[in-house]
């Protein structure tokens, strides 16, 4: 595997860490919202469902 494939691939991985995290950070400062666990699964159901047909090519 190369740098630039790797580093990538880390970036990614960073990103679908993260952007649950804030999603579920926001939810929790704003209780009004559904649980926040719910709106991190939500989040990370949608990033799979566009990332896996992309990955399966």
Known sequence: ??????????????????????????????PAARGPMTVAITAVAAMASIVVPIAVR
């Open 1 to 30: 595997m190369s740098t630039l494939t790797l580093i990538v691939v880390v970036l990614v991985a960073l990103a679908f860490v993260s952007v649950p995290g804030a999603l579920a950070y926001l939810a929790y400062r704003h």
